[in-house]
């Protein structure tokens, strides 16, 4: 493996676990619900974002018409999925 993909690697899972870490905060402080399991919050806001980000072009029309930015469709799914 080249040391370039040793670092995409290596800096990916940081942000995981920064990621875990932050919701793990958020969870103790009472602004996540405590039932969220931190680490299936950072794989399921994973997938959702990957999905953003590769969403349909019929979808964009359709959020387009609506105005939904991306911003927050984003903001919407991580209320939807962690907060009290």
Request: hydrophobic share 45%.
């Amino acid at each position: 493996m080249s040391s370039d993909a040793k670092e995409i690697i290596e800096f990916t899972e940081e942000i995981y676990e920064r990621i875990f870490l932050a919701t793990k905060f958020y969870i103790e402080d009472g602004t996540y619900r405590p039932e969220v399991n931190p680490a299936a919050a950072v794989v399921v806001s994973t997938f959702i974002a990957d999905g953003i980000a590769n969403i349909s072009p019929f979808l964009r029309k359709f959020m387009e018409a609506h105005e939904v930015t991306m911003q927050q469709l984003y903001l919407e799914m991580v209320l939807y999925t962690t907060c009290s």
